[in-house]
């Protein structure tokens, strides 16, 4: 069944687990976050990008969502609307039939530019009206997502903050959260702490200089009630890296955001867990794997396959280690 970021999320609270949340494009992906959730009994978060729908296009994808509900009467999915940047992004999300959407007010409505407090506090609060006239719920963003070895904000996908950005944007004020939810009732809080999306998030294995996992538990002391969302939370393992590598991409070596620092996280008040990264890794490792060893073959299926099966592993294994599992 259909159900909010709200419920959910309050339900992953109180009996303390982290629900990983999975961007999909297409049907495999969603066939595959399904498939993976009813082996292990764990209710799903399912997220779209303004990419993704504009890929999929909106009645394609409110259609698939509507069959994998049906498919799955009895797991709980959220569809959720992924950094969303504006008003009218969030409102069609919700004609669609998103039962969630994110407003992501830490940068301007182009995605780039890093937006001012005042500025975030108003669209978001705008949007929180709107969402829960109707029953939709909403998380927002403080804090911009980036690089605190480099300062960097997002490059290699062409979506985030772009250039240099200081320490204080790369990371979420705990005071000011605490008057961001105030001010704005939002049912989930996005916060940054040093991570970044796509495979390229740290140069070495983190340590706490430059994935500031200490902010959360600040942020959860002065908001003991609110649900934390992490963004840029791939892990980027190193066995998806080598089978990548091994199937003849070239992957430089990398490292994400480790299992062991998100269930800290789930300790100090994390519920959502934004994973996108690890199940493109792994699906594409899958489709070169199974292209190079049957060069003859071009019946999309014989590729498509694979890959879903592969990110029903990524997607089995998070549910397991965030006690996802056994709660739908
Ligand atoms: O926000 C990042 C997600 O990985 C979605 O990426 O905008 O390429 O669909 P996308
Ligand atoms: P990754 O790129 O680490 O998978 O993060 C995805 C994300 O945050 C989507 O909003
Ligand atoms: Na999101
Ligand atoms: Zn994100």
Known sequence: ALVTLRQLLDHAAEHDYGVPAFNINNMEQGLAVLEAASSVDAPVIIQASRGARSYANDIMLAKMIEALIAMYPDIPIVMHQDHGNSEATCASAIRF???????????????????????????????????????????GEL?????????????????????????????????????????????????????????YKFSRKPDGAILAMNVIE?????????????????????????????????????????????????????????????????????????????????????YLKPAQEAMVKVCRQRYEEFGTAGQA
């Open 97 to 139: 039939g998103f039962s969630s959407v994110m407003m992501d007010g830490s940068l301007k409505a182009d995605g780039k530019t890093p937006a001012d407090y005042q500025y975030n506090v108003d669209v978001t609060r705008r949007v929180v009206d709107l969402a829960h006239w109707v029953g939709a719920s909403v998380e």
């Open 143 to 199: 804090g911009v997502l980036g690089s605190l070895e480099t300062g960097e904000g997002e490059k290699e996908d062409g979506h985030g903050a772009e250039g240099k950005l200081s320490h204080d944007q790369l990371l979420t004020d705990p005071a000011q959260a605490e008057d961001f939810v105030a001010r704005t009732k939002v049912d989930a809080l996005a916060i940054a702490m040093g991570t970044s999306h796509g495979a």
């Open 218 to 302: 600040q942020i959860h002391q002065r908001l003991p009630n609110t649900h934390l969302v992490m963004h840029g939370s791939s892990s980027v393992p190193q066995d998806l890296q080598d089978a990548f590598n091994a199937a003849g991409g070239e992957m430089p070596q990398t490292w994400g955001v480790p299992v062991e620092e998100i269930q800290r996280g789930i300790k100090f008040g994390v519920r959502k867990i934004n994973i996108d990264t690890d199940c493109r890794i792994a699906m594409t490792a899958a489709i070169r794997a199974t292209l190079g060893k049957n060069k003859g073959e071009f019946d999309p299926r014989k």
